[in-house]
């Protein structure tokens, strides 16, 4: 190499094979995290082998489609459209309600933040404008308010780390446009009071959201299969848009999620037009520009695969491993859990944290293949768990104890990571 070059990765002179570049991949990602077989407890969902080739299938069908403009892809507006009304229906949509098809649970709740800046802009005359929000609310919070300049004001959790409504409700004043709440938060799982939330929105006049990128679904099937949930969706009166993703319990390819409003005018305010360049009239829905058909065929074509019956299935499927995990670590000698899982979430802690460190054991969990998410404050490892689990899960507690063992014998400490990185 000659002074001053440096290595880089290069484009080959010639194309490569099909063949060699699948061996590449596999290659690759020989350290990957084995979702599939159920190795991970975040980041990744399955309902098996048949869904996965079904969203597979949709996906490659209309990967270089682009919704960016559907009057070329009517193909698209026809499946957002109705997977907006299928999602519709586990939401408690009205005739009212409006939506839009996201990337993710960040973009569905950027743009819940946006559309709610712009309504008051429009409204009122805010200029400084907050949103009053647990600290158990998801981090995307955070980055709606960096994006779009909004205060946020995070309110301490109530011991049972649920919303507390009366201290949110100090928190509000002239300024404020939007009350959060989870269903369930992140966190430690656990369901905010909405009804209490969406009634303090109402009586204060500002707009309420309901994050239920991870419950959305399987709240909606968690009730129907007999368990307790309170009032979640829009439903209940005072919720103005709510979030529901469908690449987490929904089982699709990534790049999937649901941002549903109490009414079309709010909706209104979350696109984005200009005519002010040389290319004419542009408009868009969300953060993105071009924006692949792949993830809306999939998400269209796994909705119809699986059906009503499926979601049941997969939600009593994955409820069941979540219940089994539950159960093990109340029972545990070192480990509690911090609440018991209102839906298919849950974290634990150590009971001696001098004795025991958790990340340790998420180190010696790893070496095993099993990936389970760090995350403080207070320190502790956390496991969404989905259909894949009910067959691995009684592996998995058994790892688990043996890594717990590992951990107090020799005394190891580990490091919280990152929920994600930057690069
Ligand atoms: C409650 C909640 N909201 C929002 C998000 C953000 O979703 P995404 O990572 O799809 O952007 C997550 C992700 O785990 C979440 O758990």
Redesign the pocket.
């Known amino acids: 190499m000659k002074p001053g070059q440096f290595e880089q990765h290069a484009i080959p002179a010639n194309g490569m094979s099909a063949q060699s570049i699948s061996t590449a991949f596999d290659q690759m990602s020989t350290q990957d995290v084995r979702w599939r077989d159920g190795k991970a407890f975040s980041l990744a969902y399955n309902a098996g082998p048949d869904v996965l080739a079904v969203a597979e299938e949709a996906y490659r069908r209309f990967s270089g489609a682009n919704a960016l403009n559907t009057a070329a892809f009517p193909s698209l507006r026809q499946m957002q459209g109705e997977v907006l009304e299928m999602a519709g229906v586990w939401l408690g949509s009205t005739t009212n309600s409006a939506g839009y098809f996201t990337s993710?649970?960040?973009e569905s709740?950027l743009m819940a933040v946006k559309a709610a800046r712009d309504q008051f802009r429009s409204d009122s005359s805010i200029t400084h404008p907050n949103i009053v929000l647990p600290t158990s609310a998801?981090a995307?919070f955070d980055k709606a308010a960096a994006y779009f300049s909004v205060e946020l004001r995070r309110v301490a959790v109530l011991p049972n780390w649920r919303a507390d409504v009366a201290g949110m409700a100090a928190a509000v004043d002239q300024n404020t446009i939007m009350i959060v709440g989870?269903a369930p938060?992140?966190p430690q799982g656990v369901i905010d009071d909405i009804p209490e939330l969406a009634a303090l929105a109402q009586r204060r006049g500002v707009n309420c959201h309901v994050?239920a990128?991870?419950g959305g679904v399987s709240l909606a099937y968690l009730g129907r299969l007999g368990y307790q949930i309170p009032p979640w969706n829009l439903q209940v009166d005072g919720v103005t848009s709510i979030s529901v993703?469908l690449?987490k319990f929904g089982y699709t390819s990534k790049g999937a999620?649901v941002i549903m409003y109490a009414n079309k005018r709010l909706r209104s305010f979350q696109g984005f037009f200009t005519d002010q360049w040389l290319g004419g009239i542009y408009a868009s829905s969300g953060m993105l520009g071009t924006k692949s058909g792949g993830a809306i065929a999939a998400a269209w074509a796994v909705m119809h695969f699986l059906g009503d019956d499926g979601y049941l299935r997969l939600t009593r499927s994955a409820r069941v491993a979540t219940e089994k995990l539950a159960q093990h670590i109340t029972t545990h000698p070192h480990l509690s859990l911090l609440a018991q899982p209102d839906a298919l979430l849950l974290s634990f802690v150590a009971n001696e944290p001098t004795r025991l460190n958790v990340y340790a054991v998420a180190d010696e969990m790893w070496k095993r293949g099993w990936y389970i998410d760090r995350q403080e404050p207070p320190q502790s490892l956390h496991c969404t768990v989905n259909a894949v689990h009910e067959t691995v899960i009684d592996d998995m507690l058994a790892d688990l104890d043996s890594c717990v063992s590992i951990a107090l014998d020799t005394g190891m400490s580990g490091d919280v990571g990152a929920y994600g990185t930057l690069s």
């Open positions: 993710g649970g960040t709740i998801h995307a989870s938060q992140y994050d990128c991870m993703d690449h999620s």
